[in-house]
C-alpha cells in the first residue's frame, strides 16, 4: 500500500483546522470503501501525505426532521440511511438506493459524503438527491458555502470542491404529500455489483391523473449526472399515455449519446437506458 | 511515514501496538494478533472473507485503516464461543447443516450470520439471505448455509 501519515480527527472543528494546516496535502478517508482500493492500487496523488479519518467523528453523523427540510450528516452510513423510518416516510428513493448498495458489510462503513465526493458515475445515492434537488453544505476553514447538488460535478470522479473543503451536510425538501417515487438499478448479481445503469424518480400526480411534477435522473448515463428535463417535461401538465413512457426512455438515451458521445457501450446501453426508464415511469405513473 | 498507536479491544482483549499507519484491519489481526480465522480473498470488499465485527456490526476488514479501528471492539471468529467452551450455536449448526465445505468464507459467513441473529433471534428467509448477501461461497450453492443459520436460530431460542 501507499505511504503516508495518519491522523485522526476528533471532531468537525479540529478536522477543518487539520485540513485548512495542510492545504491540499491531506485527504479525507471516511467508510473507505473506495479509497482503500485506490490506495492498494497506488492511485493516491503524490502531493498528498496524509490521510484523515473523520469515520469517527460523530457531529457529522445524523439524521434530522426539521419541518418541511431533512437534514443528512454527511458521515451517515448507507446502512443508517437504509434504517432510517425518517427517511423511508419522507424520502423514500434515496432508501430504496442506499438499501441497494454493496453488502452489508460495504453499507456498514460506506457515507452518503464519501458517495457524493467519490462521485463514481455508478453512484447510487446521486441520482436519488439530484431528483430531491438536494442542496450540500460544504466547510472550508471556517467559511461554510452551500451549493445545489446539480451544480456539484465537473465529471467522473471530479467536483467542484476544494482539496481542504469539507461535506458537512446534505438536505432537502420531504416529498409533497402524494409523491410517489422509486429507485431502481441493473447489475449483473443482486448483491455486491455496481450499478450499471441506475435510474431514481419522483412523480405527483392530481386526482385526475394530471402530472404537477417531475423529475428523473440516471446515472453511469452521461459524464455529469443530471435530470433529464426534456423527458420530464413530456408529461408535465398532462395525463400519460402508455407510450409516452418509451418515448421519454427514447428522449434519454439520445440526450446520452449526445453528451457521452458513441462509444463501445452505447449499443448495449441504449435499449437499457429505454427500458428501465420505461418501467420506472410504468410503477410510479398512472397513465389514462 | 510516521508509526502510529492503536489501542483496539479484540474479542474482549485490549491490545495496543505501535504500526505503520498504511496497514489495514486485517493485516494486523492477522500478522500482528494472530487471529488467523481471518481470511482474506479478494481484498477490495466484494467477496466477504474478511469480515468481522466492528462495533458489533459486520465489516470488510480489508477496507479498514488500522488507525481508524481505534478505539473499536472488534470480534473474530475466535471470539465466537458457546458457553462452557462448547460450541456456538451457529458453528453447531453449521456441522449440522453440512454448511462447510472448503471452509475459506465460513469466519465470514458465521460472523454475519452472528450479527444478524443478534438483532433478530428469528430471521425470515430473505433476511437470512440478505445478511449473508456480502459472502461469497463458491462450495455450497448457500442453501446448506441457510439451512444452519435457521437450525441456529432455533438452537438459540431452545437455549433462551
Not at chain 1, 13 to 27: I, P, Q, V, Y
Not at chain 1, 250 to 279: C, F, H, N
Not at chain 2, 9 to 24: A, K, M, Q, S, Y
Request: glycine share 8%.
Amino acid at each position: 500500500m501507499q505511504e503516508f501519515d495518519f491522523v485522526k480527527a476528533k471532531s468537525l472543528d479540529h478536522a477543518c483546522t487539520m485540513l485548512a494546516g495542510k492545504r491540499g496535502r491531506a485527504k479525507v478517508i471516511a467508510g473507505g470503501t473506495d479509497l482503500m482500493i485506490g490506495l492498494r492500487n497506488h492511485r493516491l496523488s503524490e502531493e498528498v501525505d496524509t490521510i484523515m479519518d473523520i469515520s469517527g467523528v460523530g457531529e457529522l453523523a445524523y439524521i434530522r426532521e426539521e419541518g418541511e427540510l431533512i437534514r443528512i450528516g454527511a458521515g451517515t452510513t448507507h446502512a443508517e440511511l437504509a434504517l432510517s423510518s425518517i427517511l423511508w416516510e419522507a424520502a423514500p428513493v434515496l432508501s430504496m438506493a442506499a438499501k441497494s448498495i454493496g453488502s452489508p458489510q460495504i453499507r456498514n462503513r460506506g457515507t452518503i459524503g464519501g458517495n457524493i465526493i467519490t462521485s463514481a458515475p455508478c453512484a447510487d445515492t446521486v441520482p436519488a438527491l439530484l431528483v430531491l434537488d438536494a442542496a450540500l453544505l460544504l466547510r472550508r476553514g471556517e467559511s461554510v458555502r452551500q451549493v445545489q447538488i446539480a451544480d456539484f460535478f465537473e465529471g467522473p470522479y471530479r467536483v467542484k470542491a476544494a482539496e481542504d473543503e469539507l461535506l458537512l451536510e446534505i438536505s432537502f425538501r420531504r416529498l409533497r404529500d402524494g409523491a410517489k417515487s422509486l429507485f431502481d438499478k441493473l447489475t449483473r448479481r443482486n448483491a455486491l455489483a455496481k450499478a450499471r445503469m441506475n435510474i431514481a424518480v419522483i412523480a405527483l400526480q392530481d386526482k385526475n391523473k394530471v402530472v404537477k411534477d417531475l423529475r428523473i435522473s440516471l446515472g453511469s448515463t452521461t459524464p455529469i449526472p443530471c435530470r433529464f428535463t426534456d423527458a420530464e417535461r413530456l408529461f408535465l401538465g398532462k395525463v400519460p399515455r402508455r407510450e409516452d413512457f418509451l418515448k421519454a426512455g427514447q428522449i434519454i438515451s439520445s440526450e446520452m449519446v449526445e453528451k457521452s458521445g458513441y462509444r463501445w457501450s452505447t449499443d448495449y446501453k441504449k435499449p437499457v437506458v429505454e427500458a428501465l426508464t420505461a418501467a420506472a415511469l410504468k410503477r410510479v405513473l398512472k397513465a389514462e | 511515514m510516521k508509526k502510529i498507536r492503536v489501542s483496539l479491544r479484540v474479542n474482549g482483549r485490549i491490545f495496543t501496538l505501535e504500526t505503520d499507519p498504511n496497514r489495514r484491519l486485517i493485516d494486523v489481526l492477522r500478522e500482528d494478533l494472530n487471529f488467523t480465522g481471518v481470511k482474506e480473498g479478494c481484498g477490495i470488499g466484494e467477496c466477504g472473507a474478511c469480515t468481522v465485527l466492528m462495533n458489533g456490526k459486520p465489516v470488510n476488514s480489508c477496507l479498514v485503516l488500522i488507525g481508524q479501528a481505534e478505539g473499536s471492539e472488534v470480534v473474530t471468529i475466535e471470539g465466537l464461543k458457546g458457553k462452557n467452551g462448547e460450541l456456538h450455536p451457529l458453528q453447531e449448526a453449521f456441522i449440522e447443516a453440512g454448511a462447510v465445505q472448503c471452509g475459506y468464507c465460513i469466519p465470514g459467513m458465521i460472523l454475519s450470520a452472528e450479527a444478524l441473529l443478534q438483532n433478530n433471534p428469528h430471521p425470515t428467509e430473505d433476511l437470512i439471505k440478505e445478511a449473508i448477501s456480502g459472502n461469497l461461497c463458491r462450495c455450497t450453492g448457500y442453501r446448506q448455509i441457510i439451512d444452519a443459520v435457521k437450525i441456529a436460530s432455533k438452537k438459540i431460542a431452545r437455549k433462551e
